[in-house]
């Protein structure tokens, strides 16, 4: 399960690469560390049809049997089961979105065995992808102490791994888009079509940038926070 990536790229670059004519994150700072919950950014069809780039806060809704006796919905970050009946009704193309990134991380074992995180990225310059990811409107209770909000979610898909994440986490990677093609796919076409991108990326595709560390990229961290 991914619970960690990074998105060190500036706002043109994402616009430019998903064709969103329409941006309203604001100055939008480096963010070397997107953890649950988080607020970031995603590229979504607006309700006027516009392409646009928002914000939105990392964890869909969970499903009402994971919720049964809890007093919040921290939310469900990674979706494989597409499926599942409580997916679905996320799948249509006005809930589909893409998530920039430029790292992701997968917890590993170091020499000593402990756990620690792996950063894997395209290259090591870190280029710009993004995840296959959904999102929806919502209102919960995330935190106690933040009470009931409405606000914009979001989620993306995953996959079995492919070579290079498998080793370190067998269980899973998230669906990566590289291609403009897909870029369009996912955000446009039927789902029976949209659905053949929930793929590994080819092996080769990734290369280990990182390991042991909760932030990749030289960034100072305070520019990196949690959702208020």
Known sequence: MCNLYSMSKG????????????????NLPMLPGIFPDYAAPIVRTGADGVRELVMARWGMPSPAFALQGKKVDRGVTNVRNTASPHWRRWLVPAARCLVPFTSFSEPGLNAEGKSEPVWFALDESRPLAFFAGIWTGWTSTRKVSEGEVSCDLYAFLTTEPNAEVGPVHPKA????????QDLETWLAAPWPEASLVQRPLPDGSLRIVARGAKLDGNVDARLNRPAP
């Open 11 to 26: 706002q043109q670059a994402i616009r430019e690469l998903a064709g969103a004519m329409r941006d309203t994150t604001g």
């Open 173 to 180: 990677m998230p669906v990566i888009l590289t291609e403009a």
